[in-house]
């Protein structure tokens, strides 16, 4: 690597998003982060749905942030990652039909149920590979209005919507798409049968978008050449994971937790099915085998309540009370499904904690450390049947994303696993999105020296386990499975 490479990564998060300037120099990356902004959702009559026109602006307010500060020297690549399972519906002129429906949208409620009940549950699992979501794209894409249906020409998921936006053609990126439950796991193709099996008013083939690899050159914008990276910021997470060997999982720590593993071929076994596991592709043909976890998502909304009443709640403040309080003075399950919508977290966690005869937590540390427990928790039992599915035995849990700021977070999941952790980086979803950029521009071999690259040029935190009987306890009051 004798010139440095400048390349410019958008990473969209369900609650905020950058614009990072990646360098890529002598064999390590910095990462300079341009432009940060909210990500909040907006109530439209009845419906949630995302800021469409924000964040068009944030993103291309922000690239060309980067672009200033790179002067006369153009980017070799820009690329947009994001999360899954949302799209944009598009008219014939290329604008998008409406503000875009957030996952949490109520009008799914029902659907899947219904659909699932049509093709069958194992069916869908075996044709798709995905783990069954009430939000996922298939359900609603079932939900839309037929109004809205007759408008469109074309369907984008989010990032692919971006970087259409950006200059790049009309295409789909393998990763993002496999989260749709509209994919074929083993071809990589989309299911044009499962496809076909709900009301898109267009044949599938013609709505869903051409798919392409990861390290895909998409067209010029504006100056700069538009490449996929691994659009589905998990996929770009796992790609900025520092793992070497086959002894380590994953587990992206955000919004949402995803843990999972990365394996050569998709697992459709009937324990997989009944687990509910998922196999999201990722880069070079991998897939990624992973279960979805409520993640800080609980912790985020208490926060919001906790700013408005006027108290400190900044996360170092947070973090440190919790450090104080009680350990494991209550188990709560962070995915039930009490917890899914947003508003008056506190008050449905104390009222969980009473239905379930524990006590209820009473101030802001003891609360923010039962759902960190609860997240830990959760991850230990998934581990747990991650290793019986894959088949792999799992040392290290390498674990990237903002969660990473938390060491309380990290150590508890630690302990709660009997697992070395292994924190860093912060910003994985931007590491994997530059450096798969760097693959597609030529500047970087494969996925291993990627990893060879992350490793050299990040600092790691390690946690080591801490295992009790506490937590054995704790573990067996989840009296189901995990979902």
């Known amino acids: 690597m004798e010139e440095a490479i400048y390349l410019i990564a958008v990473d969209l998060g369900a609650s905020g998003g950058r614009v990072t300037l990646g360098t890529l120099a002598e064999g390590k990356l910095s990462l300079s ?76 409620a029902g659907v899947s149920e219904e659909v699932a009940g049509r093709i069958g549950r194992e069916n869908l699992f075996r044709g798709t590979g995905v783990q069954f979501l009430p939000f996922n794209t298939l359900f609603q894409i079932a939900a839309e209005s037929n109004e809205s249906l007759r408008k469109t020409k074309h369907l984008l998921l989010m990032a692919d919507y971006f970087n259409h936006m950006l200059g790049g053609g009309l295409y789909g990126e393998v990763t993002i798409g496999s989260t749709t439950g509209l994919m074929d796991p083993k071809t990589r193709k989309w299911n044009l049968d499962i496809a076909s099996q709900i009301d898109m008013h267009h044949p ?26 691994a659009s589905h910021d998990t996929a770009a997470a796992v790609a900025g994971c520092p793992g070497k060997g086959d002894d380590w999982a994953f587990l992206s720590s955000g919004t949402w937790s995803v843990l999972g593993v990365e394996l050569p071929s998709p697992v459709l076994t009937d324990e997989a099915f009944e687990l509910n596991f998922s196999n999201e592709l990722g880069v070079e043909g991998t897939t990624r085998l992973l279960k979805n976890i409520s993640g800080m998502w609980m912790l985020q909304e208490c926060r919001r309540e906790w700013t408005a009443a006027g108290k400190d709640a900044s996360w170092e403040t947070i973090v440190a009370l919790a450090e104080k309080a009680k350990p494991l003075a209550a188990v709560i399950d962070v995915d039930d499904p009490a917890f899914a919508a947003p508003g008056d977290m506190t008050a449905r966690i104390t009222e969980f904690c009473g239905r379930t005869k524990q006590g209820a937590p009473e101030d802001m540390g003891q609360v923010a450390r039962i759902i960190m427990e609860g997240v830990a928790l959760k991850c230990r039992i998934v581990l747990e049947d991650l290793e019986r599915v894959s088949g792999r035995k799992i040392r290290v849990i390498n674990m990237v994303g903002g969660g990473t700021r938390n060491r309380l977070l990290s150590q508890l999941t630690a302990d709660a696993c009997g697992r070395q952790v292994v924190a860093g980086p912060t910003e994985a979803a931007t590491v994997g999105n530059v450096l798969t950029q760097a693959v597609g521009v030529g500047a970087v071999k494969n996925l291993t020296e990627c990893r060879e690259i992350i490793r050299a040029s990040f600092a790691l935190t390690t946690c080591d386990p801490h295992p009790s009987n506490a937590w054995t306890d704790a573990a067996g009051k989840f009296s189901a499975p995990a979902k």
């Open 33 to 108: 982060e341009i432009h940060r902004f909210e990500n909040t959702p907006v109530k439209e009559a009845d419906s949630l749905r995302w800021d469409i026109e924000k964040l068009d602006h944030e993103v291309v307010h922000g690239v060309e942030k980067a672009r200033e500060r790179l002067g006369r020297v153009p980017p070799h690549g820009v690329s947009c990652d994001s999360w899954g399972v949302d799209y944009v519906l598009m008219n014939r002129d290329g604008e998008p039909v409406e503000k875009p429906f957030h996952y949490r949208d109520i009008r799914t």
């Open 204 to 229: 599938p083939a013609q709505l869903l978008p051409q798919l392409v690899e990861p390290g895909t050159y998409l067209g010029d914008g504006e100056g700069f050449p538009v490449y996929s990276s």
